[in-house]
């Protein structure tokens, strides 16, 4: 009369053992990131089992904090943003997401952009955001404040952008279903064109007294500082080091300008 439970539990043990195929050996995430032959050999994996196989416990762990080399930072005098995409994650390849989180320092300013592979939601998680973005021709431009843990979104290929209106520190959580949603600022893109093309699109010659040539040098790069007017509330120096926003990580990795958009 024992007999079925015994076989019972020995099929729980056997199956529930199964996993135990899963490479649980430790491997530190920074080799993970950027490693193309793993990245390539997820890719080739016939099925989701065999790509968790590839993978480590510890593969399936990125640490915002402490944010592995490569293009993982992009950071500017208002703050940083950090991402974690295929590449830099890839643990996350096969399964259609990825994630960016953003530390917007006093007037800290996450500069126009677009994400062409993905809409995105956003969350602030600390401190308070305020949100514009535009969807398309033809449709009114939509403005928002958010506070704790208030959410948006922002359709994919909608042009957005978001800024800490205060003088304390705002984070804000951002999901993407893509694992490669791609990241192209709205201004820098546009100066990259031939400076007639610029010219013509703006219908000036000059912008601010410059040549488009020398304005292009200028922006600022993301994230950046918002209007004057918050800057003074805050009594903030334009020109001081680069305020890191709130956390830690203080990430080095210069973003000059370019840092955050694609290169060619
Ligand atoms: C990964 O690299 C980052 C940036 O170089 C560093 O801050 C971090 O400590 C490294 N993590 C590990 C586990 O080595």
Redo the contacts with the bound molecule.
């Keep these: 009369m024992y007999r079925p439970l015994i076989a019972g539990v020995f099929y729980v043990l056997t199956t529930w053992a199964a996993p135990a195929a899963i490479n649980m050996a430790s491997r530190?995430?920074?080799s993970s990131a950027n490693n193309q032959d793993l990245i390539n050999s997820l890719e080739l994996a016939a099925t989701a089992a065999d790509r968790i196989n590839l993978l480590t416990t510890s593969d399936f762990v990125y640490d915002f904090n402490?944010?592995?080399?490569g293009d993982s930072v992009t950071t500017g005098l208002g703050g940083h943003t950090v991402k974690a995409d295929r590449k830099l994650f890839p643990a996350l390849i096969g399964t259609g997401v990825s994630m960016t989180l953003g530390f917007l320092g006093p007037c800290g300013f996450n500069t126009p952009h677009v994400h062409p592979r993905s809409s995105q939601i956003n969350v602030v998680v600390e401190g308070q955001l305020k949100t514009q973005f535009v969807a398309e021709n033809g449709v009114p431009p939509i403005f928002n404040t958010l506070n704790k843990f208030q959410m948006t979104v922002f359709p994919q290929g909608s042009l957005h952008t978001e800024w800490n209106p205060t003088c304390d520190p705002a984070v804000f959580v951002a999901g993407f279903a893509s694992e490669d949603p791609g990241v192209e600022q709205a201004a820098q893109s546009l100066f990259e064109l031939d400076e007639q093309v610029v010219q013509a699109d703006l219908g000036v010659d000059t912008l601010n007294g410059e040549s488009i040539e020398d304005f292009k040098n200028k922006l600022p790069a993301n994230v950046a500082l918002f209007v004057e007017e918050c800057l003074k509330t805050c009594d903030i120096d334009q020109d001081a080091t680069p305020n890191q926003g709130e956390g830690s990580g203080a990430p080095s990795s210069a973003g000059g300008r370019g840092s955050s958009h694609g290169r060619r």
């Design positions: 530190d995430t920074n402490e944010p592995p080399p």
